[in-house]
């Protein structure tokens, strides 16, 4: 395994709820980071059929633009009753017609609807997961790829306005509130140092990262 010798990396991202997260999960170590977005790098088409595919892509095209590290994150959602999707395609899901941006309550509605149709009406049968993989790449090409998932139940309405994406309507195992009803300590829970591996798949993903390549700063 490469290990990470710059201070200064690029977290190869315009969505500001996943910066928001990532730049949380970095605040133990001392890592200069910025995105993306704020160096108006564009985005790379994302056309993998894997997480750790599109997570490549996004690394990669960020470390090539700028000659430093860069680390993506590649997340979605897989629920059971719809054979794993919406998956790679958890962002697709909520893009508005014509490209204008992204809505999540419709892609939150589209699954509902979808489970309805299916009869998936007991929590039994309203399974799923947050995957997450977080991937540090190269400007010369090489990666390294850390993955977490975290199981649930969906639930319907959305529940609370914290949090992003699909998280109003993802209950974690072991727990009463969903993603979007929890305080970003609560939903991340993970501590640098503690050992375990936190409850979010963001978290997971990254406790294996930082274990891997970072030291406390």
């Avoid at 993506?72 to 629920?79: A, I, K, M, T, W």
């Avoid at 997450?132 to 390294?144: M, R």
């Avoid at 949090?163 to 939903?187: L, R």
Wanted: with cysteine; aromatic share 8%; net charge negative.
């Amino acid at each position: 395994m490469r290990q990470l010798d710059s201070k200064k990396i690029v977290v190869a991202t315009h969505n500001d709820g996943k910066l928001r997260e990532i730049r949380e999960l970095l605040m133990p170590y001392g890592l200069e980071a910025t995105s993306a977005g704020e160096l108006g790098l564009p985005e790379p088409p994302e056309t993998g059929t894997t997480f750790e595919e599109n997570a490549y892509t996004k690394a990669f095209a960020a470390a090539s633009a700028t000659g430093l590290p860069a680390l993506s994150d590649d997340s979605g959602l897989e629920v059971d009753a719809l054979d794993g999707d919406p998956g790679v395609y958890t962002a697709d899901w909520a893009e508005k017609a014509g490209g204008s941006g992204r809505d999540f309550g419709m892609a939150m509605r589209k699954v509902e609807d979808l489970l309805q149709e299916k009869g998936a009406t007991e929590p039994a049968r309203r399974g799923g997961r947050f995957v997450a993989v977080l991937c540090l790449a190269w400007p010369d090409g090489h990666a390294e790829y850390f993955r977490g998932e975290v199981e649930g139940k969906l639930v319907w309405p959305p529940r609370g306005t914290r949090g992003f994406g699909y998280d109003p309507v993802f209950k974690p195992n072991g727990h009463a509130q969903t993603f979007g009803e929890m305080s970003s300590g609560e939903k991340h829970s993970w501590e640098a140092g503690r050992g375990d591996l936190g409850l979010s798949h963001r978290a997971r993903a990254f406790a294996r990262f930082a274990t891997a390549m970072l030291e406390p700063a």
